[in-house]
Structure formats: C-alpha cells, structure tokens
C-alpha cells in the first residue's frame, strides 16, 4: 500500500499548493500560538484558498478550549482535527470531526492501551518526546518502541528526505508526517526539500 503523507506547519499558500502538487495527501496548520508555525484563523483561509480537491486539511491543536477549536471549524475549511496535548478522548470526540490523537513516545508508552482509549481516533500520529516541546521537534525517537495497533499510524518526529526511506522500511506505517524536515526556516517550507521527500516516500 502507498504510504501517505502528511507536510505540517505550513504558513504560506504557495507552499499549501506546492505540496498539494507534489502529491502530498494532507496539509497540516497549527493552531498553537507558542509555535514559531502558528497561524491565525484568518492567515489559515489565505492558506487554504484555492487548495486543490482531495487534499485534506489537518488543523492542529494543543490543550485548546473548546472555543478556541468551534472559532477556527466555523472558518476555515477543515477536515481533520489533530490534538497533540493532553486532551482526552471524550474531549477530542466532541466537535462532529475525525480526529488525529499525537502521542509523544517514551519508553514505557502502552500503544494498545491508548489506541483502545482513544478508540474514536482516526489514527495515532507518533511523535518524539521532548519535555516542554509539545511537537515540531525535528528530531527522531527509538521506532522499535512502535508495537503495530488496530489503528492506523502515523510516524513523525525528524523525519527528512535523509531517513524517510528507512523509517518506512521499518516501521511499514499508514501515513509519514514531516514539518522541519522539509523547511528552510521555521514556517518556511523549502520545495526541494518537499521533492526530495516526496521522491524518497514514492522509492520507499
Ligand atoms: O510544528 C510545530 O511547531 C508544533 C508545535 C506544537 C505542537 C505540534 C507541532 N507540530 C506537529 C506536527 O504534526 C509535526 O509535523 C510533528 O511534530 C513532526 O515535526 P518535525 O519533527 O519537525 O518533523
């Protein structure tokens, strides 16, 4: 089966469009302010305008209120919600939308447990753990922690053009999720690098 990806922490619509042409399968916009790829709900419609058909939107989230989540659903064009905090799963479930549950792992995460916990996700996305950085940590984790589940995965975290084919190789997962692995600067994404990506998950 072809591995999907996903290109998170885009800010700007040309690259939304860059990596919609190039055959990325989701675009992921992060609604956390602290992040250097934050974007406001108005930036997100500019960056989502025009995008092509069958190219999901992945708006990203962590900790938020529930208000926050309902303003940026009532405005923007969103297909899937991603929560990368502590959210719990009635949490998640509530606004009427798949949703993506992000689990940073350690050493001692219980995949089955939380797969069952979360069991209305649409996926688990596996993201490194560094304390203090919620997510976007361009760095990688120990993916023989990754034990399969019923659900599909998602595998992030320090993912670039460089180690992408392996990752694939060894961990076989649903979908690959990179933000800093394909940028120039934070929020700033390098299209050769999304290429370069792109290529590698197609050869993988
Ligand atoms: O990208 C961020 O700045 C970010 C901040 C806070 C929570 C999540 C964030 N990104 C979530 C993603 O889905 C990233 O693509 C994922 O963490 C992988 O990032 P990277 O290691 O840079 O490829």
């Not at 619509?13 to 790829?37: E, H, K, M, T, W």
């Not at 502590?86 to 939380?114: H, V, W």
């Amino acid at each position: 089966m072809r591995t999907r990806v996903k290109i998170c922490g885009i800010t700007r619509q040309q690259d939304a469009d860059f990596a919609a042409d190039s055959g990325a399968d989701a675009i992921g916009l992060v609604f956390y302010p602290p992040s250097p790829r934050a974007i406001s709900v108005a930036q997100a419609q500019n960056v989502t305008r025009g995008l092509a058909p069958f190219v999901s939107t992945v708006a990203l989230f962590v900790n938020p209120s529930v208000a926050d989540v309902s303003r940026c659903l009532d405005a923007v064009s969103v297909d899937i919600i991603q929560f990368h905090g502590d959210e719990s799963p009635e949490f998640c479930s509530q606004f009427g939308k798949p949703y993506i549950k992000a689990i940073r792992m350690k050493p001692d995460t219980n995949l089955a447990q939380l797969s069952e916990a979360y069991g209305s996700a649409q996926a688990l996305l596996l993201d490194a753990y560094q304390p203090g950085v919620p997510g976007g940590t361009g760095t990688t984790f120990d993916w023989s922690l990754i034990r399969q589940i019923e659900k599909p995965i998602i595998l992030a975290g320090g993912l670039s053009a460089d180690n992408v084919a392996e990752a694939i190789k060894q961990v076989r997962p649903f979908a690959v999720d990179v933000s800093g692995g394909v940028e120039s600067e934070k929020g700033i994404k390098s299209h050769d690098k999304i290429s370069a990506f792109m290529r590698e998950v197609a050869n993988a």
